[in-house]
C-alpha cells in the first residue's frame, strides 16, 4: 500500500475546515488577450498555424500563463489546474506539435507550481496544483461513422498510453494530482485513470486523482450516455480524491445532478460551473454576483467540498464565489451503506 502524499493528506485537513475554492478557465482569460498567430507560435519552427492551441502558449508565453494563475490566487484560489487541456498527443496532432507534448507540459506545471508556491511562502496558506488531463478529440465508447457503429479511431491501450505520456510529464513538472476533467466518454476517463494508476507503480509515489464529468444534456447524461449515478459507480473503485461535474451548464442547470452526486459519493465534491448559458453569440453573460449568490445556496445546502469556475468565468467570478462559501461549512461525507453497485448507461443498486 502506497502511503497518502503529503499535499493529498494537506487537502483533506484543508477540506474538512472549510470549502475550498478552484481557479477558473485558462480558455476565457487567453481569449480576452487577443494574441495573434505570431503570439502562439514564438520562436518554435512548426509548419501548421498556432493560433487556438493555448497549451502552446506555456513555451512561448509562460508570463501569460503565469499572470491568469497569479489572478486567480488573488482571486482566492486554493487550487490551480494546469492550462493542459489538450496538451495530449491526440489534441496537439491537429497542430502538428504532439512531438512537444512533454515540454508542454513540464512547463504548464513548472509554471503553477512556481505561482502556487510563492502564495503560499507569502502567507502560509497552502495553495495545491492539479495537473489537467482534456478528454481529447477521439472517444473510445462511440463510433465517429454512422455507417459503422462498431468503428473506433482509438483503442484503449493507445489512448491510455497519450494519457501516460502527460501525466509522468505532469508529475514531473510537480503537480501534486491528476483533474481528468469534462469527462464526455466515460471509458475515456477509465483509460486516464488507468494510466494513473501505472504511474503511481513506476513510481512508487501516491498519484492522487480528481475526476469531472461533463453533462450532454439536462437529463444528466454524458456523450456516452451514462448518467451521473452510473459514472460515479463507474469510477468509485478509483477512489478519486475528487468526484464531479464541470463545464455544460451554469450553477441553475447543474444543481440537481449535483445534489444527486452529494447524496451518493463518499468522497470530496468538486464542481465548477459555466458563468450561465452561453448567449447567441457563444459569449457569457452571468455576473459574478449572481454565481456568487448561487454557490452561497449550493453551500448553504451542504453540496459541496470545492467549487470552482469553467467556461465564461473571470477572476471576479472565483473571487465571488470565495466569498460565498467563506463562512460555510463544507459538505459533510455521506455514509454510503455497503451494496452490489453496477454500473451500465445507469446504475444498478443490489443491497
Known sequence: ?????????AFRAASKERILVKDGPYGTAIQKLGLQ???????LTVNHDQKGNNDILNLTLPDAIAAVGRSYIDSGADLLATNTFNANSISQADYGTEGLVR??????ARILRAEADAATARDGRPRFVAGALGPTNKTLSLSPRVEDP????????GVKAVYREQIDALLDGGVDFILIETVFDTLNAKAAAFAAMEAEEARQQRVPVMISMTLTDLAGRNLSGQTVEAFWVSLAHVRPLTIGLNCSFGATELRPHVQILARQADTLLMVYPNAGLPNAFGGYDELPETTGQLIH????????????????TTPGHIAAMAGAVAALPPRPLPHVQPALRLSGLEASVFA
Open 37 to 43: 498567430e505570431s503570439d502562439y507560435r514564438g520562436n
Open 150 to 157: 462498431g468503428y473506433r479511431e482509438v483503442d484503449f491501450d
Open 103 to 108: 515540454e508542454i507540459n513540464l512547463a504548464a
Open 297 to 312: 445556496q449550493w453551500a448553504e445546502a451542504g453540496l459541496i467540498n470545492v467549487v470552482g469556475g469553467c467556461c465564461g
Open 1 to 9: 500500500m502506497i502511503a497518502p502524499s503529503a499535499a493529498e493528506a
